[in-house]
């Protein structure tokens, strides 16, 4: 089976509810999430590491990866929070003061609290993270994204636009993006979303958006592709 999960803001109950209510085999199921398990505490740095020590659970890059993404190695490459200014580009630079700016220093603190491999393997494996997913099941396609796809053109290969396209900008849930493939994303939680229910999966106009506001004391999601089944923790 191919689960595929919203981001988990940093709820680690919720996260290991799912995978227990999932009950995920190594052997015959996979399971996505949709970027933002890091955010702007130390329990996403937890979700990571579990991450990390499984050979089935996978995710596509969200903002708050692609923050971190920037931000970690440069931090190790000064040897302090402070000093890393020095080093990071103008670009980097802004992604950082805006992740401070929303609380990310305590997510900091937690990476240099990991032992000097366990950084190094965070470093990797973020950088292992792939901007998109593209999933085929069951004579449907599906395509998994963070947010959402900016800039969007019909035709235009996914391959061609830059990793930013599909953390930095919503998905727009009023049009269809493909004709014959569904978009998943959980940036926007679906309260937000017209014709959607508050903690509630959406699912509409080649849609599936899996945001039920667990970063707000909401629930988290899941849907398995095969059979298209929901599951909220």
Not at 34 to 48: A, C, S
Not at 55 to 83: C, M, Q, W
Request: aromatic share 12%.
């Amino acid at each position: 089976m191919i689960y595929v999960m919203g981001g988990t803001y940093e709820n680690k109950e919720k996260y290991f509810q799912m995978l227990k209510k999932l009950n995920i085999s190594d052997e015959n199921d996979s399971l996505f999430l949709l970027g933002n398990i890091i955010g702007y505490g130390k329990d996403g740095l937890k979700i990571l590491c579990d991450m990390m020590y499984r050979t089935n659970v996978y995710s596509v890059l969200g903002l708050h990866e692609y923050y971190a993404r920037a931000i970690f190695p440069k931090i190790l490459e000064a040897g302090a929070v402070d000093e890393c200014l020095s080093v990071l580009s103008d670009d980097a630079k802004e992604l950082f003061g805006k992740w401070l700016k929303n609380g990310g220093y305590a997510a900091v603190e937690a990476f240099l609290a990991l032992e000097s491999e366990e950084r190094e393997s965070v470093i990797d494996f973020l950088s292992e993270f792939a901007p998109f997913e593209e999933l085929e099941l069951n004579g449907k396609d599906f395509v998994l994204a963070s947010a959402g796809i900016r800039n969007f053109e019909e035709g235009k290969a996914l391959e061609d636009y830059d990793e930013a396209d599909f953390v930095l900008q919503p998905a727009d849930y009023s049009k269809v993006y493909f004709k014959d493939k569904f978009l998943i994303t959980a940036l926007v939680p679906t309260e937000k979303i017209p014709g959607a229910s508050a903690g509630r999966v959406y699912s509409g106009k080649k849609h599936l958006a899996l945001n039920c506001s667990v970063g707000t004391a909401g629930r988290l999601c899941a849907v398995c592709l095969d059979t298209m089944k929901v599951y909220y923790c």
